[in-house]
């Protein structure tokens, strides 16, 4: 379907680190594309480093002083060469002064217009743009109540429980769920006050609250030329702190309608601001299906393989396609979904110790493989999880022909996985793949919070004893186990293998 | 007797494991813990790349085995990741091993007989290097240097015999 006798670009710089990195020069070495790497001084030695065609360290471990150093990266393009900037996901992505910057500067940046970056770019604004486009958005005021009783006109109107959320606010704080009438004042007074302390603005925003909401969201792609599609929708309801953990597409329970609908409608807000390239709708879907628009991420997104698993699609080569002026090589029409797809994000932190990051050494990695299992990982055996970025090390996909045979196959690869030098999620996304709740396919953002505090699982008696025998009888074969004498790691053995195998 | 070693892996205290039979590939131990003790046999084979395969009665399954530059091990399998320090039961008596980092004159536990200084004083040692090789219970044992440090004083020369608790050697 794509040609790669005449790549679109000779050399594309990826202005990104750890597994997104490596995926898209995956992509870019794939379509005969060289890649240039930047990195910081702690990612100097890395994995997207090493797999990139050539490198610059563009500045110290902060992200500010390298990652986000807009002139810098320009510069680098420039030097060696690159015709045009993937972004990845997070740092520069969804940067207008980076889109802008870019085309000041004759490179191409693989992603949407700063025009539509601006639209997308504010809650208020998208939220305005969208209710134009005819894209539902959850009922509530168009503007922020300054008194009680104009804000209960407005609950009243729109039915409760309803949700007071703190005009000037974030991440939770000055939100308010108000069931009924009769608690509405109070609520409302103590959200204004602790507004007014937090941020210095008592405005609340009064809007009906959606329980037990799904976190459902559509993938679109857009050309230059007006053609835009989706590529179904994908589940993130699986969240901790406000962060995706587990993903899958197809939703897991939606119905064939809902589906149709959300995508149309996504497809519809894509074209109002003119998108280009790959975005993502996300939507809030409640009990009964009825589904609200939240944002527009203007970006590849984290979660995107669970997409390709089930579409066959490549996005991030759709991306490099269109940014090079390409027609959409696909059409609606001809999009087929096959099977289920689940991602796992494995993160460096301690899930029972309320998910507290927790950067170390990758003493032991290996990851699983197999039919249906995909591995997006930006690092290797020996390589360090530093505390300067993100603590995600790697990303598991599973496909298969259904959802519980997904589900299966996902929780053998876990198992398959092995992980140690630092605290890990690994058991714990074993256990939520377990809950009820998931395996039925009916759970909602809460699902995290419902399982309560969870106790690590504690390795079996029996396998821990067999681990203490294993390490003594190697001390005994004299196969030390100790510290190797010098820096470099010796065989773990301390002598070659045919004196005692 | 059989060697016993004591492996630590985060328990309340540590496993004991006595190596009763070892043919280099079959061998027959007795783990214990507390008062409690039983039996197991297991054979254990080197695989390629720091890795064993390990099969008991229940199946086999292969560990990954890693060395840490602080002297801990980390052993990995199926469902487990443990992390771990194992010492020969005699270097606990030689005081060695399990010593704390803190030690800076070096005794051992039992009465015998120096065979071998391995350090001069102003040598700088890494934790676990041999230092001294003492013959007990008609065998001969390493001592080895309970932490890094440099040598400021050496009290004993090969010949000697020694107490339990008697400054052999001091670290600075």
Known sequence: ?501 | MGRRFHVEMGLESPVIVEVLEDDGLKAKVRICEGDASREMELSLQALHGERALCTTQAGSQVLDIRNERDGSSWVVGPHVQAKLRVTDERDTWLGAGGGGAGDSVVTVAMPGRVVAVDVEEGDNVERGQRILVIEAMKMENDVKAPRDGCVRAIRVTPGDAVDAGQPLIELE
């Open chain 1, 1 to 501: 379907m794509i040609d790669n006798s005449n790549p679109p670009f000779k050399k594309v710089l990826v202005a990104n680190r750890g597994e997104i990195a490596c995926r898209v020069i995956r992509a870019l070495h794939e379509m005969g594309i060289q890649a240039v790497a930047v990195a910081s001084e702690a990612d100097a030695r890395a994995k997207h480093v090493r797999m990139a065609d050539d490198y610059r360290v563009i500045g110290p471990a902060p992200s500010s002083e390298s990652y986000l150093r807009v002139e810098r990266i320009i510069e680098v393009a420039k030097e060696t060469g690159a015709e045009a900037i993937h972004p990845g996901y997070g740092f520069l992505s969804e940067s207008e002064v980076m889109r802008d910057a870019c085309d000041a500067a004759g490179v191409t940046f693989i992603g949407p217009s700063s025009a539509a970056m601006y639209a997308m770019g504010n809650k208020t604004r998208a939220r305005e743009k969208m209710q134009d486009a005819g894209v539902p958005i959850v009922p509530g005021a168009t503007s922020a109540s300054a008194t009680a009783s104009e804000a209960l006109e407005v609950a009243r109107s729109i039915g409760f429980p309803v949700l007071l959320k703190a005009s000037a606010g974030g991440g939770g704080k000055g939100m308010r769920l108000v069931h009924e009438e009769a608690e509405f004042t109070e609520a409302f007074q103590s959200c204004s006050r602790e507004a007014l302390g937090s941020f210095g603005d008592g405005d609340v925003y009064v809007e009906r609250a959606i329980l037990q909401p799904r976190h459902i969201e559509i993938q679109v792609m857009a050309d230059q030329h007006g053609n835009a599609i989706h590529i179904f929708e994908r589940e993130c309801s699986v969240q901790r702190r406000h962060q995706k953990v587990i993903e899958e597409a197809p939703a897991a329970n939606l119905s064939e309608q809902t589906r149709k609908r959300m995508g149309e409608v996504a497809v519809a807000a894509a074209q109002a601001i003119d998108y280009e390239g790959a975005g993502t709708c996300e939507f809030l879907v409640d009990q009964d299906e009825n589904f609200y628009f939240l944002e527009m991420n203007t970006r590849l997104q984290v979660e995107h393989p669970v997409t390709e698993m089930i579409s066959g699609l490549d996005l991030v080569k759709l991306q490099v396609m269109v940014a090079a002026g390409h027609v959409l090589p696909v059409k609606q029409e001809h999009l087929v979904r096959r099977g289920h797809s689940i991602e796992c994000r494995l993160y460096a932190e301690d899930p029972y110790s309320n998910f507290m990051p927790a950067p170390g050494p990758l003493t032991v990695y290996r990851p699983p493989s197999g039919p249906g299992v995909r591995v997006d990982d930006g690092v290797d055996e020996g390589d360090v999880v530093t505390p300067h970025y993100d603590p995600m090390v790697a990303k598991l996909i599973t496909w298969a022909e259904d959802r519980p045979s997904c589900i299966q196959r996902m929780r053998s690869a876990l198992a398959e996985l092995r992980l140690a030098g630092f605290r890990n999620n690994v058991k714990f996304l074993d256990q939520v793949l377990q809950t009820d709740a998931f395996c039925r396919g009916q759970y909602s953002t809460n699902l995290i919070a419902q399982m309560g505090v969870l106790e690590e699982p504690a390795p079996e008696k029996e396998q821990l004893e067999l681990i203490a025998a294993v390490a003594a009888l190697l001390q005994e074969r004299n196969c030390t186990i100790r510290a190797p004498e010098s820096q470099v790691r010796e065989s773990a053995w301390g002598r070659p293998w045919e004196e005692w195998s």
